[in-house]
């Protein structure tokens, strides 16, 4: 079983950055990579990034260049350091595990945290 608790959402402006943590518990958590999600009302979760433990690491496209993932063993968790937003990035966004190894599909990843709400205005 694995446990994660996001924290770390709110509201900016444009070109601010933020902050997101998910800390992991759970026997096994270290056998799955961690994954960050993020859903509009009414739409598919979007894959944003993923970290593993050892800190390697995969980006979407839209978010390349402006969001960093980042892992801290020591406190087991993982970041998502979200610099230059833009409007369009404001979603529920979620940290998720898998076993899967380089997946972006929500589907295949199995556990969830409650998610957090990032919210960018103009």
């Known amino acids: 079983q694995v446990q994660l608790v996001e924290s770390g959402g709110g509201s900016v402006q444009a070109g601010d950055s933020l902050r997101l943590a998910c800390a992991a518990s759970?026997?096994?958590?270290?056998?799955?990579?961690l994954g960050w999600f993020r859903q509009a009302p009414g739409k598919d979760r979007e894959f944003v990034a993923a970290i593993t433990w050892s800190g390697w690491t995969m980006y979407a496209a839209s978010v390349q260049g402006r969001f960093i993932a980042a892992v801290d063993n020591g406190m087991d968790t993982v970041y998502l350091q979200m610099n230059s937003l833009k409007p369009e990035d404001t979603d529920l966004y979620f940290c998720?595990?898998?076993?899967?190894?380089?997946?972006?599909?929500?589907?295949?990843?199995?556990?969830w945290g409650q998610g957090t709400q990032v919210t960018v205005s103009t």
């Open positions: 998720a595990a898998t076993k899967a190894a380089n997946s972006r599909r929500s589907r295949n990843y199995d556990y």
């Open positions: 759970g026997r096994t958590f270290r056998r799955h990579m």
